[in-house]
């Protein structure tokens, strides 16, 4: 076997997932055809040079992702991949709108890294000691700005969402497409509030004006991902939630 | 000195300190403090937090110092008079006492960017230890970022690994 991608040490993310990816993609360029055994663990372990550990967290993520499947007593398998019977939700403000053909426009007015303060490490479900890449964007539909968006991402989840262009870009895309980072529940909490005064700055309405706020909590498996927090004013236009239940 | 090591032998990486943004408040940094330091029991060399701007540039940095020089009710400043010297009465800081919970607690609430050092200096990953050192004792620094084309930040040194790296060179037979 050919050491054409290499496990990159200086890599924030971690080994396994490095090695996750490169199998993935073996998979998906059908480098590694349907019922394809993989090679053993101990060979895996010296072509990538990495732990059995390693090696161990990688296969198991890929077979509860329905990418391998193993068979007790003959080995690993390349498996065919089938969807989940799970709701899919589409949320992204960008897709929504995009739908009816509305011209909207973002302004990322923050793209940095923060430690969880507050309530934050247990909405996000982490360490007060981790850092957290804060993502604060503004929408604008027709130039009248109606969303304020403010996400929260733990950094080791995926680091380089930091550097990623999140005005052209959902970050549901960038995570599951770009960073093979599935995303497979959302728990939504609705709410009203009064709008701050740099609130109503920012949407351009008087302080203490009502809002909704969505507060929504994602997943990939049992892990939380992202906490994303949405105040939208009263106007013209919905926030749709819409599930889709796909059939096997 | 033999084996000329530069800066990026000896960096450390960002986030082995907790960032924050300039608008973040002198309380919730007290409370970071608590929680990636104190509660962990990691006491690093120096204790400090960088401060980052929207975009993710180093605005600065604050050391435990500065947090306490944040939290000082302002009439303790001493004045500067024309005609007279400046004079230091530190038993006037028995007012500071009686007026914490009022005064330090209300200064609690201000943005760490009015209390934080400004990133000035910095070195790149290919400058000399000694370059570093110079910056650190002329500028009265223990930490300098390293910026890769004067904007990446890419590393940190600190004081303790350019003494090490110094003090085995001075040693050495």
Known sequence: MELLELIDRQNHRK?????????????????W????????????CKVFNVS??????????????????????????????????????????????????????????????????????????????KHIIYIKRLRKVDYTPILIQETYIPFHICPPILEEDVQKNSLFELLEKKHGIHLTGVRNYFDVKYLNADEGMLLDSSESSPALVLTQHFFSGETQIMYMRS????????????FEKKDR | MSK?????????????????????TISQVIKIIKVSFVSSKKYPEPLAILVFDEKYNLMGTIVLKDILSGLEPRFMRPTEK???????????????????????KKLAEKPVSE???????????????????????HHDLV??????????FVGLIRLVEIFDEISNAILKE
């Not at chain 2, 050092?117 to 004792?137: H, Q, R, W």
């Open chain 2, 115 to 137: 209390i934080m050092v400004p990133a000035k200096y910095f070195v790149e990953p290919d400058d000399s230890i000694t370059k570093a050192a110079y910056l650190m004792i």
């Open chain 2, 4 to 24: 000329s090591k530069v800066v990026k032998d000896l960096m450390i990486d960002v986030f082995e300190y907790p960032h924050v943004p300039y608008w973040f």
């Open chain 1, 52 to 129: 059995r550990s390693t090696v161990r967290s990688a296969i198991l993520e890929l077979v509860r992702q329905g990418y391998l499947t193993r068979q007790q007593g003959r080995g690993t398998f390349v498996s065919k991949k089938v969807i989940s019977d799970k709701l899919t939700m589409f949320t992204t403000f960008g897709e929504l709108m995009l739908d009816e053909g509305i011209d909207f426009s973002t302004d990322v007015l923050a793209q940095t890294i923060m430690m969880p303060v507050d309530d934050l490490s247990d909405k996000l479900n982490i360490s007060g000691d």
């Open chain 1, 33 to 44: 055809s349907v019922g394809f055994r993989i090679p053993i663990e101990q060979e895996l």
């Open chain 1, 15 to 31: 080994l396994y997932v490095q090695l996750y990816d490169i199998i993935k993609k073996k998979i998906e360029d059908k480098e």
């Open chain 2, 143 to 152: 930490l300098l970022p390293v910026l890769e084309n004067k904007k990446k």
């Open chain 2, 82 to 104: 024309a005609q007279a010297y400046i004079q230091e009465e530190a038993e006037l800081s028995i007012i500071w006492d009686t007026l914490f919970n009022t005064e330090s």
């Open chain 1, 231 to 242: 105040i939208k004013k009263p106007g013209r236009f919905e926030l749709l939630i819409e």
